[in-house]
């Protein structure tokens, strides 16, 4: 099957040079990183210019995806900042009245999604997007596993830090009920046969991920192992000669001169 | 106080729970689905070809970044040759499974058209587990922070003499 030219231009070309233009983006060089940034703008603008109807392609539809969620994301960002920035912290805090509008916000990100999975599934014309099930699903499965994670560890590592454990043991078990709920009962607009079968696709393709991407990464740790042991013990530096003796002691006794 | 082997321990303790909830959401699927209905969904098929998918675009992303961060003094030959080849190995081997009738239904059994979907659906993946990192810990880190302390009483002290004010 021979790719459409729109969807290698505005799609899968962008998505390849994306860790070119994100490695340019934080090198060293001043040139290079200017070059990275223009790309990485360079690959915004063919994404957003996608020509075609979005609903026309899979790739369109996860394009969609994305562009739904932003609601969502921007409020749970910007409730974060406030949130964070407004508390009892030393870097650049906001006024403290902020700190309660923060944590509104971040609710309100969390009422919108639950809103988007139980009322209004994301559709174009009344078709419904076929990647939000495998979205939701992947996100429920990722929240339960990442929060518990989080409660666990400030209570192990942490300092009398309870609170912040139970919160985070709310959210992680919320996830898992959340989850079940779906797998049981489903939403207004999918059977729960829908999500079974959903949910059970994504715990292989989040294992998979896992695997394959733990294997390169290892097979990368690998290769700088392999190029490190090529470049052997770096050689012995010669002893100074005479002159470059002589040299170091008239710089010595240039700077040194009066100090004593 | 913590001893020597403590930081085993504990990181022993946070695998063991990140394992629970992983057992606990298969029990929950295995669960509901002896209830009936659920549509084959080929987990294996999945498993296999977004592991292999993972393994080309990871691979192929960190080519490319260091070809990106690359400069004269740096001797990256191995890492860059090594993950190329270990990208393009990945895509043959992604190709002879297709070709073995190893495919996803619902989709074309095309090599590119499976290659495609697979990608996608990894991206979406990636684009969930992002977010709930990010609001995980966004939100923990802004409990952690909130936490008031006593002030300092350093910060009461005149820089000149060093005396605090009441004495």
């Known amino acids: ?260 | 106080m913590k001893r020597e082997g403590d930081a085993m321990r504990d990181w022993r303790t946070l695998s063991l729970v990140v394992l629970a909830l992983v057992v606990l959401i298969f029990i929950a699927n295995i669960h509901l689905e002896v209830r009936g209905e659920v549509e084959d969904v080929e987990i294996l098929t999945r498993f296999s070809h977004s592991a292999i998918i993972s393994f080309i675009i990871v691979n192929g992303a960190l080519f490319l970044i260091t070809l990106a961060i690359s400069h004269k003094h740096a001797k990256l030959i191995e890492q860059a040759l090594g993950t190329f080849l270990a990208a393009i190995a990945g895509v043959l081997f992604f190709g002879l499974f297709i070709d073995s009738g190893i495919t996803v239904s619902g989709v074309a059994s095309d090599v590119w058209s499976q290659f495609a979907v697979g990608t996608i659906r990894i991206l979406i993946s990636s684009f969930a587990i992002i977010l709930s990192f990010v609001a995980s810990f966004g939100l923990l880190l802004t409990l952690v922070t909130g936490r008031e302390t006593p002030p300092d009483p350093l910060l009461e002290l005149e820089s000149v003499s060093f005396d605090n004010e009441e004495e």
Not at chain 1, 131 to 148: D, E, K, N, P, Y
Not at chain 1, 191 to 210: A, E
Not at chain 1, 224 to 251: C, H, N, Q, Y
């Open chain 1, 1 to 260: 099957m021979l790719v459409e030219e729109y969807l290698l231009t505005h799609y899968w070309l962008p998505l390849f040079l994306l860790p070119l233009g994100f490695g340019m983006a934080i090198s060293n060089e001043r040139t290079r990183r200017l070059i990275g940034v223009g790309l990485l703008i360079l690959i915004s603008l063919a994404i957003i210019s996608y020509p075609e109807r979005l609903d026309s392609t899979n790739e369109g539809w996860s394009l969609h995806l994305i562009l739904t969620m932003i609601g969502p994301i921007t409020a749970l960002l910007f409730g974060i900042w406030f949130a964070l920035f407004s508390g009892p912290i030393p870097v650049a805090p906001l006024p403290r009245g902020m700190r309660p509008f923060g944590f509104a916000l971040m609710i309100l990100s969390l009422a919108w999604l639950c809103w988007m999975i139980f009322e209004s599934r994301p559709t174009i014309e009344g078709t419904s997007n076929p990647w939000w099930q495998h979205l939701v699903s992947s996100l429920l499965t990722s929240m339960i596993i990442i929060a518990g994670f989080g409660a666990a560890f400030v209570l192990v590592m942490g300092d009398e830090r309870n609170k912040e454990s139970v919160i985070m043991s709310i959210i992680s078990i919320g996830s898992f009920l959340l989850l079940i709920y779906l797998l049981a009962e489903g939403s207004s607009t999918d059977d729960p046969v829908f999500w079974r079968s959903s949910s059970w696709g994504v715990l292989g393709d989040l294992g998979g991920m896992l695997f394959g991407g733990g294997l390169a990464v290892v097979l990368f740790v690998t290769f700088v192992w392999f190029g490190e042991k090529r470049m052997g013990a770096p050689e012995e530096v010669e002893p100074l000669t005479k002159d470059e003796s002589e040299r170091v002691k008239e710089i010595l006794k240039e700077n040194l001169e009066g100090v004593a």
